[in-house]
């Protein structure tokens, strides 16, 4: 079971998280389109900049707001902000959020700092109870930054304190050093140290190559909202990956994404690689150029993800130095088939090893082999003619 009775969120951070990698800079326009990807995608929510970062930020917030009303869009949009009274006025101004993320670092806080501990506790229930008499509809998120380094101890205390004021409760592995044992326990410590069924925000960063299986965790374990951005975009080396999390969550729970139109996933890895101008990381989960490419002539015995459902194909690289007659007795019969029922097995071993070792001499080979059906029925022709 994952998620929460089994319904989970997915809360896309590309335009808050991703915009802090050093390679991103979305214009508004971008992000406008972006947005329109991931509401056909089906994403529920999107984490925006904190609009009290600049004048322009609130401009291209309030932007998308407007934006998200014209296009009728179901997504949610959600502001990320400090946990300041100051940062709550200003977001209240925007004409309308959906929904707001009160975010505060613990980290430096022990036990010893009981004063500390509760103007925390202090403001969170403040800036709670506030955004509620401004708007009851809006969303309340509290989120802790770097929850894994900080004391259990502390962790309860401020869950068992605000979980009457706000709709979810966030834990943040902000440098990302989180296990799976500690993943499992801090979610345990949430639903013990409260007496209420709050939704749990998990936030995962990628320094340990962890995110997407501490995302998967987390999810496994009841946690009912994760954040992820397209291509795993973050800060230093980024977050969840959303592709990643999907590619885990098909070979687990497949049900559980049939909320999801699977085939815009490939659209939004391709919009962003474009914006940034890097190439999607050929390994990537279902969208990575070779991703659906394998070697194999049994797909059944090698590939899991079926490229149907997110509306791409797969393919077999019949050329190769290490290629396997069985390749090549297939494309003979497919491209060749008055030629191959004269052929014998033995025949078709020793033409395999022939074309292995001259595509060995010549690199290139491969290339125009694969690449191009033609030219492959002309070379094979004229060891077989």
């Given amino acids: 079971m994952i998620g929460n009775n089994g319904s989970y969120y997915i809360i896309d951070s590309t335009l808050r998280e991703g915009q802090q990698n050093s390679v991103c800079n979305f214009t508004l326009e971008q992000k406008k389109e972006f947005l329109l990807l991931l509401d056909k995608f089906g994403i529920e929510y999107a984490e925006l900049i904190n609009p009290n970062a600049s004048q322009n930020a609130f401009y291209e917030f309030q932007s998308l707001i407007n934006f998200k009303k014209e296009n009728n869009l179901s997504i949610k949009l959600i502001a990320h902000i400090r946990n300041h009274y100051d940062d709550v006025e200003k977001v209240l101004q925007l004409q309308k959020v959906d929904g707001i993320s009160l975010v505060i670092s613990t980290t430096s806080v022990d036990s010893t700092h009981k004063k500390y501990i509760d103007q925390i506790i202090h403001d969170v229930v403040n800036n ?60 345990y410590l949430i639903k013990n140290s409260t007496s209420s069924s709050l939704d749990i925000e998990c936030h995962f960063h990628n320094d340990s190559s962890s995110a997407v299986y501490n995302a998967y965790v987390a999810l496994t374990n009841g946690c009912t909202h994760i954040n992820t951005s397209v291509l795993g975009l973050g800060e230093r080396n980024g977050i969840t990956d ?19 139109n699977l085939h815009i996933l ?41 490229p149907k459902d997110f509306n791409l194909s797969d393919n077999i690289i019949i050329f190769s130095s290490n290629m396997e007659y069985n390749s090549l007795d297939t494309f003979l019969k497919q491209n060749l088939p008055h030629i191959h029922q004269k052929l014998t097995t033995t025949y078709i071993k020793k033409l395999c090893n022939c074309i292995k070792i001259d595509i060995s001499k010549n690199p290139k080979l491969y290339d125009y082999m694969n690449n191009n059906t033609d030219f492959a029925i002309k070379y094979i022709s004229k060891f077989v003619c």
């Fill in 128 to 187: 709670s109870k506030y955004i509620k008499e401004k708007d009851s509809n809006i969303e309340i998120h509290f989120s802790i930054e770097d929850s894994y380094r900080t004391d259990p101890n502390i962790l309860s205390k401020l869950f068992l304190a605000i979980e009457d004021y706000v709709d979810r409760i966030g834990i943040s592995d902000t440098i990302g050093i989180a296990t799976h044992f500690d993943i499992e326990n801090t979610i």
């Fill in 266 to 306: 490939h659209h939004l890895d391709t919009f962003v690689s474009q914006c940034i101008n890097i190439p999607i990381p050929i390994n990537n989960p279902i969208t990575g150029k070779c991703s659906l490419y394998h070697k194999a002539n049994n797909r059944i015995s090698y590939q899991i993800i079926n």
């Fill in 242 to 260: 959303l592709s990643g999390i999907i590619s885990r969550l098909y070979t687990t729970y497949p049900e559980s994404l049939k909320k999801y």
